[in-house]
């Protein structure tokens, strides 16, 4: 069956797309996961600068779209921006697109973008997936503050430099990373973060999509001995912040984290595995979690 046709399916507004410069996200994996407004940027779009004229003319295909695609990557950037800025400059639109996900994210943009700034052109984002949020989503650690890190360097002796540097940072971490490289990025964040919770997300989106939850010296044993295909993103919580915590104090813990505590407590676990479940589901450093953990059960059972 052939797929229908992006104008078959949804006809493009009426409305011309503005000139400008036009940042539009694409799956990163899933092709169902491209909005609306992405096809109707890149349906309309004067011209499409993407990283490569391949990916990016077999996606455009798949809905039926046909654009002019001008390459715009790592190799050609400094050469193709005068030309880009000089297509905004006659009033044109120009939509960027990345491999897969949004682009300027670990990806080729940014300084396109400045330049387009500084030309006083008009600048969008057209939303939508990206690896880094959909994997904090589904890694069970805190939301409310994170830090996107990208990719480490692949040399030991920096990537352990990188990993030191972000001991301090309270925000929950998101690293890109390659299968080949995953056991040893595990091991390094082990060796420094020591057993903070921390979730691996493979193939987002795709057929064999993975999320792997647990300490990250586990994570890193899990990996040891074979390299995972596929893409890759490491979310590690961030600083334990044991310090701030007073485990008798309840304000310093939310009621839900005292009611998964005594949940567990209630259904017979010992305090160390009541420790690591719920420092597991929540990001909670298992010390503190501990801790509070026995200080709610010593309210329970008062020492005679
Ligand atoms: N701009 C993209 C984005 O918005 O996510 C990221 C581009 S970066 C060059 C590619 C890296 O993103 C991969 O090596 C992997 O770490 C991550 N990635 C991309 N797609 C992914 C997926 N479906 N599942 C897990 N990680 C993914």
């Known amino acids: 069956m052939t797929e229908p046709s992006h104008e078959a399916a949804h006809p493009p507004p009426a409305v011309p797309l503005a ?17 609306l407004r992405a096809l109707d940027t890149l349906a309309q779009a004067d011209i499409v600068a993407c990283e490569d004229t ?17 390459a715009y990557n790592d190799h050609n950037a400094a050469r193709q921006r005068p030309a880009i800025i000089e297509a905004l400059n006659a009033g044109n639109s120009v939509a960027l697109v990345s491999d897969a996900g949004s682009p300027l994210v670990s990806d080729p943009g940014y300084r396109l973008v400045r330049a387009a700034i500084a030309a006083g052109h008009r600048v969008e984002a057209v939303p939508g997936p990206t690896a880094a949020i959909a994997a904090l989503q589904v890694s069970g650690l805190p939301t409310d ?21 972000l001991a301090g940072e309270p925000g929950t971490l998101i690293f890109y990373e390659s299968g080949p490289r995953l056991a040893a990025s595990l091991r390094a964040m082990a060796n420094i973060f020591g057993d903070r919770p921390a979730a691996v997300a493979r193939e987002l989106t795709k057929r064999y999509e993975e999320v ?12 040891e001995s074979a390299a995972p295909k596929g893409e890759i993103v490491v979310v590690v919580a961030g600083r334990p912040d044991e310090a701030a915590r ?13 009611a998964m ?8 676990g010992s305090l160390s595995s009541v420790a690591a479940a719920v420092a597991g589901q929540t990001g909670t450093p298992r010390r ?7 200080a709610l059960s010593r309210r329970r059972n008062p020492p005679a």
């Open 288 to 294: 503190t979690v501990y801790q509070r953990a026995l």
């Open 145 to 165: 503050r994170f830090r996107f890190v990208g990719f480490l360097a692949p040399k030991d002796a920096k990537r352990r430099r990188q990993i030191e540097a």
């Open 212 to 223: 792997r939850r647990g300490a990250l010296p586990d994570l890193a044993a899990a990996w």
């Open 246 to 258: 007073d485990p008798d104090a309840d304000a310093a813990f939310g009621e839900d984290l005292d």
């Open 261 to 268: 505590i005594r949940a567990r407590i209630e259904a017979g």
């Open 19 to 35: 000139p400008g410069l036009h940042l539009v996200a694409t799956p990163i994996g899933n092709l169902r996961d491209i909005t």
């Open 54 to 70: 391949r990916v990016t003319g077999r996606l455009l295909a798949h809905f039926g779209i046909e654009a002019r695609l001008r």
